[in-house]
Structures are given as structure tokens and as C-alpha cells.
């Protein structure tokens, strides 16, 4: 558990190594080294003027600071793992704390009173309602679609102590004039960081007692007992469940199942940045069956997904995709093939609650109808997109960040006011770095943008003009911040020059964060050995220049002039 200051990615922003541009793996002798040399260009008495050396004392003491912390031992383990936070909420930085285990224990110790009343709050409900539509008469004879069945169901999760939680649930289905439901009972109690026991009471259709343990048995893999009897025949269960990480994003597990339904199940899953895939194979005496998911993210709001399933209770490929309306809710819709026929099934999820409606357009695979029912809902959606769903989404983003821009903007006022300041007292040395780098033909930055890089390039080409003046954002500092300067100082003596990964670039001497609570990224354009090279970067990528693949392919000789 990290409590660090987080941006909307969740990534700490590690401002204290930004100030002294280091990277979080520096050793103490590199935060010294980075220490005086900050030292030098900050002291008051480097300056002449009243004005500079006030602008200057103010910065000499913020990275005097991030020394004094950085260079302790135990306030740099607190700051790693709790960020400032730790620092200030009263750990005990006596002798004893030597590890970052104990560190952390220490911390977690001061925040259990706070957690534990916070755990009355935690109840989590979640329900569903599911319910069966057929189109077959409509498309038959133009009779009335009919409901064939519904389901519903519902489930309340309740952490009553730090390590006890009590989960009530129940549900009812009825179809073809036949219902039935159940309730159910789940007792949950962590027994240590590394193993937990679960009991389960399940009365109505199903009847059923079960006990399960699991426990980590190692830093990669995990283990899972279960035994289950059923009050209806008495017949026993029993299940064990074996899974282990594999790679980075790649996980396996193993499920052997005697009893009633005795089988032996192998499955995969694969969780990668773009794309997510699992497979699933089961054998047992009496049945076989064979899955397969894969998952295309589109984008961070849209997903598509194929899942194909085969065995000896028949054959089924599902084809669609789910797209995200807002923070809470996502609306998806597939296509579904089978022996059983062809149908639409139509999801939409709103925060807890998950309402599906399963469409029967075929009750056998008809060729015609299945092409029609993949090809109609995706042309649906492409014109729904293009002329409906994104410029609703433009307007509306854009509205959600000047209403944003505006709540923030003393904060913002502040922070650029500070980071101009320290852009004064680090021009002269930039302008020497920039004209010796330009003498040699080596590393000139023509211009660097952090902040929201699209709306600077929006504005650069005046097509913001318009929308700019609907929004009335004309009294607002614009979301991004000319960091040129900075930049330029960075540059080493050897004509290069490196943002560490990890690091929030608005710590950074000379930046700020002109977009809180919004993405931000890092615009470069320079020069090099008469060429012209140009480079994006997320907040917290490494940034790494000159580089070969920078590069633009056309003669930068039309802009060197701008060096001079």
C-alpha cells in the first residue's frame, strides 16, 4: 500500500528527486554531487540584485529541503513508500527503524485507528438483472417480441473488521413458467497477509456448505483448498487450485475438481498493454470443453472482444465490443453464434449494477442473419460515433476541464508565478549552454511544451480560436507552460541530456503542473548537427536526446538561423 501523492494515473510524482533531478535509484553520493551543484546556482550570494537573490533564497530552500530528506537514510525509505505523508503523520525516525519493512510497519501501525473507522463504511452492493428477449415471432410473422425468461440478483459486501468481511447475496430466475432462487451466505476472515479461510451457506435451488483456504505460497504463486457437500444428496467435493505468475503480465493456474463433477481444468490469462487473451481447457469422464478470450483495447474508453468456446455442450463465438460512457458506467453489445442459434446480447453497467438482455434473432445458425446481425450493429456504432458520440464527448471533456482550469486557477496563478522565478535565475546560464551547444552544432532546444500538448498544438494552429471564445477561457492561463529554458539548462557539457523515468516532470525546476488533475505530456523540438528533431513523452517517461529516431526527415538549414 503506497499513500504517495498521486496524479490520475495513480503514479507518485516524486517531486523531492525532481528538484535535484535525479533519479529515484540514486545513491547518496549522486544526491550529494546533485546537491552542490543546484547549491551553486541557487545561493543568494550568486546574484546581484534584491529581487534575484529573494527569488533565489525561495529556491535554495526548497531543494535544501529535498536534500536534507534525500540524504537521510531513514526520512528517504519513509518518502519512497509514503511520500510526504509519511514524513508528516508522526513515524518514529529513532534507531530502530532500520528496514523499509519496519518502516512500514510503523506506519501502518499510526493509521489503524483511522482505517478501522473507516471499515463501518465499507459496504459494497452490487446486483444484476438480466432478462431474455426474443425477436423470432417479429422476425417470423411480425408478432410481438416475447420474454422468455428474466434473472435477477443481488449481493451485499460488508467489511465489519480489519480482517473479517461478510458477503449476503440472493437471486431469482424465472423461464418458460418455471422459477426458482437461493440465498447465500459468505463468511470471510484474512488469517495472515499470506493466507485467508472462507465459509459458504447456500439455501434453495442449490443447497449447498462449502470451506475454502488459500494462501500464497510463494512470491509468484498461490494456493486454493476448497470442500463442498450438498444438503440435497450429500454428495462431496472437492477442489484444488493452483496458480502461478508466469511473467510480468502473464499468469497460469491448475483446477482439479473430484466429485460429482470430476474434472481437471488448465487455464492461462495474458494481460498486456494493448491486448489481454486467456484460454481455458477442461477434461473430465464426462465432459470436455475448450475456451478462448481475446481483448483489443482500442483506446483507454474502448475495447473489442472475441470469445470462442467449444465442448460437449456445444459450440458458441461471441464477437463485439464495450466502450466506457463515464467514470462509472460502459455500455457493451455482442453477437453471439452458436448451434443453438444467433442472438444480440446487450450490456450496460453502472457502477455496482449490470443490466444484460440476451436477444434471440435466430433459433437456428441462418448464414443471412448471422452476417446481418455482426455487419447492422457495427455500422450503427461507426455513424453513432462519428457524428453523435464524439463530438458530444469533445464538447463535453473540454467543458469538464475549463470548469477543472477554473477551480484550480489561484493554484495554478501560484505555481507559474514560482516557476518563472526560477526560470530568471537559470536564463544566463541557459543562453551560454544554448550559444556554445549552437557554435559546435550539438544539442539547441528550439522550443519545449509541458502540459496539455494538444491544446497547444489546437491553439498554434488557430484551430482553438472559435471554441475558445465559446468557453470564454479567454481570463485562464492556457494548460500548458514554455519550458525552454529549463530545458536548455539540463543539457550537460557533452550535448546531451536526460529526464529520468518515473519522475513527474512538473517538480522539475522551472515547471509546474499547468493542468491539475489532467494527462500531461512533454513536447521537444532541437536541433542537432544540422538537423531537426522532435519528441514526445508522457509525465513520467524517460526522455532521452539527441536520438537518431527523433529525427525528421527533411533539412533543418531553414531554422538554424534561429540559434544565433
Not at 490520475?8 to 546537491?35: I, N, Q, W
Not at 491448475?254 to 470430476?262: A, R
Not at 481483448?295 to 467449444?310: A, D, E, L, N
Not at 496539455?452 to 494548460?479: F, H, M, V
Amino acid at each position: 500500500m503506497e499513500t504517495l501523492e498521486r496524479d490520475r494515473d495513480g503514479r507518485p510524482d516524486r517531486e523531492l528527486y525532481a528538484l535535484l533531478h535525479l533519479s529515484p535509484e540514486a545513491s547518496d553520493d549522486d544526491v550529494k554531487r546533485a546537491y552542490r551543484q543546484w547549491a551553486q546556482v541557487y545561493h543568494p550570494d550568486k546574484h546581484q540584485t534584491p529581487q534575484m537573490q529573494d527569488i533565489a533564497t525561495q529556491n535554495f530552500q526548497r531543494i535544501r529541503e529535498a536534500y536534507e530528506i534525500l540524504s537521510d537514510e531513514r526520512k528517504r525509505q519513509i518518502y519512497d513508500l509514503y511520500g510526504m505523508e509519511g514524513l508528516s503523520s508522526g513515524l518514529e525516525l529513532g534507531p530502530k527503524l532500520k528496514s523499509r519493512e519496519e518502516v512500514r510497519a510503523e506506519f501502518e501501525r499510526l493509521q489503524q485507528r483511522q482505517e478501522e473507522r473507516k471499515l463501518a463504511a465499507h459496504v459494497h452492493q452490487r446486483g444484476s438483472l438480466l432478462m431474455n428477449l426474443s425477436l423470432v415471432p417479429f422476425l417470423r410473422s411480425y408478432d410481438a417480441p416475447r420474454i422468455s425468461g428474466m434473472a435477477m440478483s443481488t449481493q451485499v459486501q460488508a467489511q465489519v473488521s480489519k480482517k473479517d468481511t461478510v458477503v449476503l447475496g440472493g437471486n431469482m430466475a424465472l423461464r418458460r413458467g418455471v422459477g426458482g432462487g437461493s440465498v447465500t451466505m459468505v463468511l470471510r476472515r484474512q488469517l495472515s497477509p499470506i493466507s485467508s479461510v472462507e465459509l459458504l451457506a447456500m439455501a434453495g435451488v442449490r443447497s449447498v456448505l462449502s470451506v475454502q483456504t488459500s494462501r500464497q505460497l510463494s512470491t509468484h504463486s498461490t494456493g486454493t483448498s476448497g470442500l463442498s457437500v450438498s444438503l440435497r444428496d450429500g454428495s462431496v467435493t472437492l477442489s484444488n487450485t493452483w496458480s502461478r505468475q508466469l511473467s510480468e503480465d502473464t499468469t497460469g493456474n491448475i483446477q482439479l475438481e473430484i466429485g460429482p463433477d470430476t474434472g481437471l481444468s488448465v487455464g492461462w490469462q495474458r494481460h498486456a498493454k494493448k491486448n489481454a487473451g486467456s484460454a481455458d481447457v477442461k477434461v473430465g469422464p464426462a465432459t470436455f470443453g475448450l475456451s478462448g478470450q481475446y481483448i483489443r483495447h482500442f483506446s483507454s474508453k474502448s475495447q473489442g472482444r472475441v470469445t470462442g468456446k467449444i465442448g460437449s455442450t456445444g459450440m458458441e463465438v461471441e464477437v463485439g465490443g464495450e466502450r466506457r460512457l463515464s467514470e462509472h458506467s460502459s455500455a457493451a453489445m455482442f453477437c453471439v453464434l452458436g448451434l443453438q442459434g444467433v442472438s444480440w446480447k446487450v450490456r450496460f453497467t453502472r457502477g455496482g449494477q449490470k443490466f444484460v438482455i440476451p436477444i434471440m434473432l435466430c433459433t437456428t445458425l441462418n448464414p443471412f442473419i448471422a452476417t446481418g446481425a455482426l455487419i447492422i450493429p457495427s455500422s450503427i456504432y461507426a455513424v453513432l460515433k462519428t457524428f453523435v458520440l464524439k463530438p458530444y464527448n469533445v464538447r463535453r471533456n473540454r467543458r469538464k476541464s475549463l470548469d477543472l482550469r477554473r477551480a484550480t486557477y489561484a493554484q495554478v496563478a501560484e505555481a507559474r508565478g514560482s516557476s518563472e522565478k526560477a526560470q530568471m535565475l537559470l536564463k544566463n546560464v541557459a543562453e551560454r549552454k544554448k550559444q556554445k551547444q549552437a557554435q559546435r552544432q550539438g544539442l539547441v532546444i528550439l522550443s519545449a511544451v509541458y502540459g496539455d500538448i494538444k491544446a497547444y498544438e489546437r491553439g498554434a494552429s488557430g484551430a482553438d480560436k472559435a471554441t475558445s471564445e465559446e468557453d470564454d477561457d479567454a481570463d485562464l492561463p492556457p494548460p500548458y507552460l514554455d519550458v525552454g529554458i529549463p530545458i536548455q539548462f539540463l543539457v550537460d557539457d557533452f550535448g546531451q541530456l536526460r529526464l529520468h523515468e518515473g519522475v513527474k516532470k512538473a517538480g522539475l525546476m522551472g515547471f509546474c503542473d499547468p493542468c491539475p488533475g489532467e494527462s500531461k505530456q512533454l513536447k521537444v523540438a532541437y536541433s542537432y548537427l544540422g538537423h531537426l528533431y522532435e519528441v514526445v513523452v508522457g509525465d513520467y517517461d524517460e526522455l532521452r536526446i539527441p536520438q537518431e529516431a527523433h529525427r525528421i526527415q527533411r533539412s533543418a538549414s531553414e531554422r538554424l538561423d534561429q540559434v544565433d
